[in-house]
T-cell receptor
Framework: DGGITQSPKYLFRKEGQNVTLSCEQNLNHDAMYWYRQDPGQGLRLIYYSQIVNDFQKGDIAEGYSVSREKKESFPLTVTSAQKNPTAFYLC????????????FGPGTRLTVL | SQELEQSPQSLIVQEGKNLTINCTSSKTLYGLYWYKQKYGEGLIFLMMLQKGGEEKSHEKITAKLDEKKQQSSLHITASQPSHAGIYLCGASFHNTGKLIFGQGTTLQVKP
């Protein structure tokens, strides 16, 4: 079955630690995205990638980093520099920019203790 | 985002009633996307609108984009408990693939 997987579903981290969230897709999509969702604020774009080995900052990139070494994978690292990391993180992909819908993964809920 | 406002923020309706959710942009839209989300889960794509005046339907859900391409409405006819969830509109303003999302509308349907 084609789709997007995110792991883990729930993640707990101590303050000051970096943590990496996984996102994998087997839809053969070129573009991939990372969003953060907080209660009452909708989704905000963290980073996006249109092609392998290339990515751009979104609206709230500070404290996050990404890599795109393979077409299928777009991991997100939440660093200790992110001041309020507790949130629901969603990964998405699309066939190409601009005119096609984005397909979303099931999300990872990160809690900083 | 202030670029995209959804209303209402939350809605409680009796099963069988009709309802409308609005999504208003501060500038002309390139594309408008409607998604549904169950709490704690990913987003499910509903419909995409691009042309001014366009209207699309899927089962009992109809979405419209006004002629000026600055407002969209999502209408649910004869609501059912299965319609409950969070509805989000997402907008692209250029052909870039970047989407801006509204803050979402939480819908409860009372049996």
């Amino acid at each position: 079955d084609g789709g997007i997987t995110q792991s883990p579903k729930y993640l707990f981290r101590k303050e000051g630690q970096n943590v990496t969230l996984s996102c994998e897709q087997n839809l053969n999509h070129d573009a991939m995205y990372w969003y953060r969702q907080d209660p009452g604020q909708g989704l905000r774009l963290i980073y996006y990638s249109q092609i392998v080995n290339d990515f751009q900052k979104g609206d709230i990139a500070e404290g996050y980093s990404v890599s795109r070494e393979k077409k299928e994978s777009f991991p997100l690292t939440v660093t200790s520099a992110q001041k309020n990391p507790t949130a629901f993180y969603l990964c998405a992909s699309s066939t190409r920019q601009g005119d096609n819908e984005q397909f979303f993964g099931p999300g990872t809920r990160l809690t900083v203790l | 985002s202030q670029e995209l406002e959804q209303s209402p923020q939350s809605l409680i309706v009796q099963e069988g009633k009709n309802l409308t959710i609005n999504c208003t942009s501060s500038k002309t839209l390139y594309g408008l996307y409607w998604y549904k989300q169950k709490y704690g889960e990913g987003l499910i794509f509903l419909m995409m609108l691009q042309k001014g005046g366009e209207e699309k339907s899927h089962e009992k859900i109809t979405a419209k984009l006004d002629e000026k391409k600055q407002q969209s409405s999502l209408h649910i006819t004869a609501s059912q408990p299965s319609h409950a969830g969070i509805y989000l509109c997402g907008a692209s303003f250029h052909n870039t693939g970047k989407l801006i999302f509204g803050q979402g509308t939480t819908l409860q349907v009372k049996p």
